[in-house]
């Protein structure tokens, strides 16, 4: 016989702590894309995802360096961090190139869709099971993207919306955000967070520096870049640090809905600093990644053990 997996009680002050920790992922992840689309007119996704690790590199030596944890680098598969940091690089260049060119709130929604291309790659990689449940919240996903971005809909009405090398760009770097995501599942098993983090940041930086040198030239931090450049490399620690504190106070099925905040608040961002409009499309897909994300969490947190 088996019984209900048991669900720990979530107190009112742990959801406010979670709240409270969300609150600053999300303002940590909104400044990052305000300061992406700022840079986007002054230095390629080569020179700022560049100049973004190696302010993440400084932050994390600086820690490392005051709490004295240096004794938890280690060179254990380090075959598997250039995997790891070569996926999420791909996936963070893809998704800056998307911010200089495409309306925040969309990236945003395509990005949501990491979680649900983790589903179709987890069996593939870590020989997790593919339910029936994760089929739907995957079609519905789908279906939600399809409605973000309008592509091929012959009843679009969202005209200025429609196609576009920014969505495509979006859209797969959600694949290349959810390798990152398996792989980093992989080495939380034989590496600590601190290991983690600095060959993330040290591997990350020596790419961009390797990509943005390829053509001879690279941009260097001008008076008015460099504020905006270690706002990217502060807020994108930031806001990782926040959502994982947060998922270690309540459980996902909280959380994730918090998390999702960010879309609407980016959405507003969008309209006020850019002028980019909040349409139909955009509300209605959202919500069907969200539902498709939020369906697979419940039923994960929830289902009964084997």
């Known amino acids: 016989m088996t019984h209900a997996a048991a669900i720990p009680h ?55 360096t005051a709490r004295g944890m240096w004794g938890q680098i280690t060179t254990r598969r380090l075959g598997l961090h250039l995997i790891r940091n070569t996926a999420h690089f791909t996936g963070q260049n893809l998704w800056f190139y998307a911010l200089a ?13 990491t979680p649900l291309w983790v589903i179709l790659l987890s069996p593939l990689f870590l020989g997790e099971r593919f339910t029936i449940i994760k089929l739907v ?64 940041t040290g591997m990350q930086a020596l790419l961009g520096l390797a ?31 926040c959502l994982t504190n947060a998922l270690k106070t ?4 909280i959380v994730a809905p918090l998390d999702f905040i960010r879309l609407p608040v980016i959405a507003v961002l969008g309209l006020v600093l850019f002028g980019e409009p909040i349409t139909p499309s955009l509300i209605y897909g959202a919500a069907l990644i969200f539902i498709a994300n939020y369906i697979n969490i419940w039923f994960e947190t929830h289902r009964k053990p084997a």
């Open 211 to 241: 990509c943005g040198l390829a053509d001879g030239t690279m941009a260097l931090p001008t008076a008015q870049t460099a504020p905006w450049l270690i706002l990217v490399g502060a807020a994108g620690l930031s806001a990782h640090y």
């Open 137 to 200: 919240c995957v079609l519905l996903g789908l279906v939600g993207i399809w409605e973000v971005t309008q592509v091929g809909n012959p009843f679009a009405t969202d005209s200025a919306f429609q196609g576009g090398a920014g969505l495509i760009a979006a859209a797969i770097s959600a694949i290349f955000f959810a390798t990152s995501i398996i792989t980093t599942k992989k080495l939380t098993t034989m590496a600590s967070v601190p290991c983690i983090m600095f060959y993330l």
């Open 10 to 64: 979530t107190t009112g002050p742990e959801i406010l702590r979670a709240a409270l920790w969300t609150s600053g992922a999300i303002a940590a992840f909104s400044l990052m894309a305000v300061a992406g689309r700022i840079l986007g007119s002054t230095h390629d996704t080569f020179e700022i995802m560049a100049y973004r690790s190696l302010v993440g590199f400084l932050i994390v030596c600086a820690i490392l």
């Open 101 to 113: 060119i495409t309306p925040l709130a969309q990236v945003f929604a395509l990005e949501f869709t």
């Open 250 to 253: 309540a459980p996902a099925t």
